[in-house]
């Protein structure tokens, strides 16, 4: 919803000086310093904004402030210059209005800034798009290069703009701007040349020299020291807060935007140079035969670098400062000048270029920001003038500002007037005459054709003889002395001949922002701007093309005797198009007043805002605003705003706005006589009534406060109860539901308990009463078995004999024997000759049976398990069976190598093709093939042999040839003698006096030593044809090695070197053979 608010919202003293009451220029200023103490530096007199100088930035030109006024009504905000430029904007839009924004202002009172703000506004709400915003960008940048060219420090403002500006913004029918047309006032060119104490010369001057490149100056033939220049006032160069060469590069770039060639940049500059080097020549006088003084150029220097930048015959120009050609009908007069003449007409040329410069300008600009169509546009005038000027010594230039001042005046009489007549008529609202002060009257007195003060002053100028300020001044006086608005001590008027405040030399006028006295000291002189002919030739003739075109007096093809037309009479010219120009708009007035003379923040200066609003005539701006209806609103908001003060009209009306008001006003009893009733709008006529209106609705408001407060508050609090309650609800129902929870669960649970045990108790019953019941069913039984017992041993008792008991014993017996063999039937071991299985016996007395039963039962199945022998496994099995024999519980070894296979092979010497040699000087067939340790007696380490077994005889074999070490007869082979250890040592002893012999016995180790020793027992035997070969199994025992018997001797010894054992030779007739204890 929209938020309707209005200037009375919030006001901070009066926000509209039209509704201040009682009216009085105290009170005036008090509500100004009033607002201006709290920031609020805008206040309106009704459409008229006037604007204080805050000197500080004040954060009220930000972005979301423009979208804040846009599109509001003028008066729904707090006054504003963004609500001025939006109101002019809109109707310039909506209604197709031209506008004009009028803003006045003494130096420093902020008028170019407000001007900047009123643009910035219109360029931030217009259309949008690359080529208006190309427009947009010309039109504002325009502003520097004007202030550049047009500013000035002075000791009021050190941005004072030294010429009035006029620009006409134009637009089309949708509102973008389609480009622009600057007008400018009265330069004020004397500050070329002269500049008062405390002041300095245009900001360009300084700007060139502080902000162009070395190579610019140098080609500009220009020094970087400002002290080098006689136009340049040194006492304020450099300005605090404001950076000239910055500046400089600011211009150059606000240049080019606005579409400035380089080599216009360039001749600008070069002009701007040759003034400063203008200022720079000097004259001497030079003695003439004819007694007379002739000016001469002191140091030529200045004079020939100027001519070379212009482009200008030195001498031309030389000479154009030392003579002066008087034309008069066919003569030519030649006269010389002194050096007083000379610098004037040095002066008067610097000055008149500058301001054509100046001039050109614009008109360069012009051509840049020009609307490209020529369709019917809309046009938005800002006017940006000096104020009124009342000083000490005012001259011509403030009886020209103040003649301006007294048009916009009229302008602002009349358009306000007629406006307010257009809006009654328009409202059907009866006319009542106003009083007010028309100021055509002094208009008239200053620009009257006949006897007007300029009108006399352009006469004087051009009238021949001697022409003087007091020749004016007297003519004045004659003319003008029954004027009611002029004051002369000289005039006839006898009311001013003992007035000590107006001197003789000068004259006053009435004006209507205040009495002014002016000096006519140079009025001739400055009306008539005189540059001289032979200066105009000169400039015409330089080589250069921007000065030509400045100058086209002095082009020979258009030598006019006429006088140039005089200053005054250009300005009431200009004046009187502006003025035709403004009558044709819309206006809107921004009035600016300075807060102080120090440029200083939060000071306000009561005597000199009270000056500025009498001679800006702000009390008459009001009074005239007044002097009707002080105010008026469309009913709509009227109604709105004081719909609360009557009981019908609160809180909905329901039929029309109009009706609305008159039944509230009616209500209110407020005196008819205070407000009139016209088609839109209700007027008020005095102020007192708004404010009546407005007590009443701060005091309803404050009620209807008080009300929104007490539902509010009410509301507040019966939405915190409800939800408390609800909240409380949903805590008990969940705490409920946890409790009944809980002692559903404990419930629950005892009854379980409970149930459990009368379960129990129950099931113990019943068990109690079926343990009961079997006992009696046994009991039963067992007695029904006692009884039948004894009835049928009683039966049978009869029929016993003397040997019954013997039969029934075998018959039990056999009976027994019986269900035993069945037993066992069924009950045998498996056919394995190892399983050891045999089911107990059941009886005692069946012991014997039992052990027979079992061995002859194994017996059969080891035939069994025999009788599936091949002939092979036979021999392997009668191998192991001797071996058993021979070693069991003989040798420790013994038991390792029952499960091992007897494979007799282990070398496969016939496969084997690095035996095949050995294999082939065997004759017989090999029986075992292995590697054997041969122990040496030397040192009881053993080294590696091939040990064979034949059918006849043992060989050993070198381990890597395969070449026969020894061959032993198996005849010849008399005992083999082992240990009774683990260890695999054997000792082959040979009978004494074979042929082997020789060598001595054989002491060898092998790991298949037991499988070697019944193999070589078997076939050695029989070889023999013996009964068996001698084996000695005894842990000390004598090997014959050669010609020594030595003891081979067998001892425990602890598993160092793994499980081998190992062997020591002693001594030379011991050799020790540890074995490690089996584990
Ligand atoms: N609205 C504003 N907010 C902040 N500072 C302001 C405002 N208006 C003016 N000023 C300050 O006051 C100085 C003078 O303002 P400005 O140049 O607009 O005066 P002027 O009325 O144009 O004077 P002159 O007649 O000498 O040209 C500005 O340079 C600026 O520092
Ligand atoms: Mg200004």
């Not at 190309?134 to 039109?139: S, Y």
């Not at 250009?570 to 009187?576: D, P």
């Not at 407020?670 to 009733?677: C, L, M, N, R, T």
């Not at 084996?1031 to 081979?1048: G, H, N, Y």
């Amino acid at each position: 919803m929209e938020v309707k608010t209005s200037l009375l919202d919030n006001m901070i003293g009066v926000g509209d000086m039209v509704l201040l009451e009682p009216l009085s220029e105290d009170s005036f200023l008090e509500n100004l310093k009033n607002r201006f103490d709290h920031n609020e530096i805008y206040t309106y007199i009704g459409s008229v904004v006037i604007s204080m100088n805050p000197y500080r930035s004040l954060p009220i030109y930000t972005p979301d402030k423009v979208e804040e006024y846009r599109n509001r009504n003028f008066y729904e905000l707090s006054p504003h210059v963004y609500a001025l430029a939006d109101e002019a904007y809109r109707s310039l839009r909506d209604q197709d209005k031209d506008q004009c924004i009028l803003i006045t202002g003494e130096s420093g009172a902020g008028k170019t800034e407000a001007s900047k703000l009123v643009m910035s506004y219109v360029a931030a709400v217009c259309g949008k798009g690359q080529e208006v915003n190309k427009v947009k960008e010309q039109l504002l940048q325009s502003n520097p290069v004007l202030e550049a060219f047009g500013n000035a420090k002075t000791v009021r403002n050190d941005n004072s703009s030294r010429f009035g500006k006029y620009m006409d913004i134009e637009f089309d029918f949708k509102g973008d701007p389609l480009g622009g047309v600057v007008s400018n006032y009265l330069l004020e060119k004397s500050r070329v040349v002269k500049q008062p104490r405390g002041e300095r010369n245009f900001h360009i001057f300084y700007q060139l020299l502080s902000g162009a490149s070395d190579d610019t100056l140098k080609k500009l033939k220009l020094d970087r020291d400002f002290s080098k220049y006689n136009y340049l006032s040194l006492d304020s160069a450099a300005v605090s807060g404001l950076d000239d060469a910055a500046n400089f590069r600011t211009v150059r770039n606000a240049m080019q935007i606005v579409g400035f060639m380089t080599d216009e940049v360039q001749s600008v500059l070069e002009l701007v140079a040759a003034v400063l080097k203008l200022g720079n020549i000097e004259f001497k006088p030079e003695s003439r035969c004819n007694g007379m003084d002739e000016s001469r150029v002191k140091d030529k220097n200045d004079l020939k670098e100027m001519c070379e930048l212009l482009g200008i015959e030195q001498a031309v120009l030389e000479r154009a400062f030392s003579y002066r050609t008087v034309e008069a009908k066919m003569e030519k007069v030649s006269t010389t000048l002194n050096v007083s003449q000379a610098y004037y007409a040095r002066d008067a040329l610097a000055k008149n270029l500058y301001s054509r410069l100046f001039s050109w300008l614009v008109t360069r600009i012009n051509e840049s920001i020009r609307a490209g169509t020529k369709a019917r546009h809309k046009v938005m005038g800002v006017l940006d003038i000096y104020g009124f000027e009342i000083f000490e010594d005012n001259s011509f230039e403030q009886f020209i500002i103040n003649y301006c001042n007294e048009k916009l005046q009229q302008i602002f009489i009349e358009l306000t007037l007629r406006e307010e007549q257009e809006e009654y008529v328009r409202e059907g609202i009866e006319w009542t005459n106003i009083e007010y002060f028309n100021n055509a009257v002094i208009c008239d007195l200053i620009e009257n054709n006949q006897n007007g003060i300029l009108a006399m002053l352009d006469e004087e100028c051009l009238r021949p003889g001697t022409v003087t300020d007091e020749t004016f001044l007297d003519k004045l006086n004659t003319v003008c002395a029954e004027h009611q608005h002029f004051e002369s001590r000289l005039s006839k008027n006898s009311k001013f001949l003992n007035d000590h405040s107006l001197p003789h030399t000068c004259f006053r006028i009435q004006h209507y922002a205040g009495k002014v006295l002016y000096r006519a000291e140079g009025f001739v002189d400055k009306n008539n701007d005189l540059l001289y002919r032979d200066l105009s030739q000169a400039m015409y003739k330089a080589n250069h093309s921007l000065i030509k075109q400045l100058f086209p007096e002095g082009s020979p093809s258009k030598v006019n005797l006429k006088r140039p037309p005089t200053a005054g009479f250009q300005f009431k010219a200009s004046v009187g198009t502006l003025m035709r120009n403004l009558q044709t708009k819309n206006p809107n007035y921004i009035r600016c007043v300075k807060p102080n003379d120090k440029k200083a923040a939060h000071i306000f200066t009561e005597s000199l805002v009270r000056h500025q609003v009498h001679y800006l005539g702000l009390m008459e701006n009001v009074r005239v605003r007044r002097a009707g209806y002080a105010f008026r609103q469309p009913y709509e908001p009227c109604l709105e705003r004081y719909k609360m003060l009557c009981k019908k009209t609160w809180p909905h009306w329901r039929g029309p706005a109009r009706e609305g008001v008159e039944v509230l006003m009616e209500d209110l009893q407020v005196p008819a006589e205070e407000f009139s009733y016209g088609r839109s709008k209700i007027f008020i006529r005095n102020p007192r009534t708004l404010f009546f209106l407005e007590e009443r609705r701060r005091q309803c408001l404050q009620d209807l406060a008080t009300l929104i407060q007490k539902i509010y508050r009410g509301w507040k609090c019966r939405s915190h109860f409800l939800l408390l309650k609800k909240s409380q609800i949903v805590v008990a129902a969940w705490y409920r539901r946890y409790a009944q929870q809980k002692k559903y669960q404990k419930i629950k649970s005892a009854t379980t308990v409970v149930q459990s045990y009368t379960r129990g108790w129950q099931a113990r019953k019943l068990l109690r009463e079926l343990k009961y019941q079997k006992r009696c069913e046994e009991a039963v039984t067992t007695i029904a078995a006692y009884w039948h017992g004894t009835q049928v041993r009683r039966e049978y008792r009869k029929f016993f004999r003397a040997n019954a008991g013997k039969k029934i014993y075998d018959f039990t017996i056999q009976r027994i024997m019986q269900k035993y063999f069945l037993g066992l039937k069924s009950n045998m071991p498996s056919m394995s000759p190892t399983d050891k299985n045999w089911p107990d016996r059941p009886y005692l007395f069946l012991d014997g049976v039992h052990t027979e039963l079992r061995r002859i039962f194994h017996h059969w199945r080891c035939k069994k398990y025999r009788s599936q022998f091949t002939e092979e496994k036979k021999a392997v099995y009668e191998e192991k069976l001797e071996a058993s024999e021979l070693f069991k519980d003989k040798k420790a070894l013994y038991p390792s190598s029952v499960s091992q296979p007897f494979k007799g092979d282990y070398l496969e010497i016939s496969k084997n093709p690095k035996y095949q040699k050995l294999n082939s000087s065997v004759d017989e067939k090999v029986l075992l093939a292995d590697v054997v340790n041969k122990i040496n007696r030397a040192n009881g380490k053993g080294s590696a042999r091939l040990f064979l077994l034949t059918k006849k005889s043992v060989v050993l074999a070198d381990h890597k040839t395969g070449q026969i070490k020894a061959s032993v007869p198996l005849p010849e082979l008399a005992s083999v003698s082992v240990s009774s250890q683990t260890d695999g040592f054997f000792a082959l002893k040979l009978k004494e006096g074979s042929a082997s012999a020789v060598k001595g016995d054989f002491l060898l180790s092998s790991e298949h030593l037991i499988e070697i020793i019944t193999k070589l027992h078997r076939i050695g035997a029989k070889a023999a044809d013996r009964e068996q070969l001698n084996l000695d199994i005894s842990d000390e025992f004598l090997v014959q090695f050669k010609q020594d018997k030595v003891c081979v001797k067998f001892i425990q010894g602890s598993p160092k070197n793994g499980n081998s054992a190992s062997c020591k030779r002693k001594n030379n007739r011991l050799l020790e053979v540890s074995v490690p204890t089996s584990p």
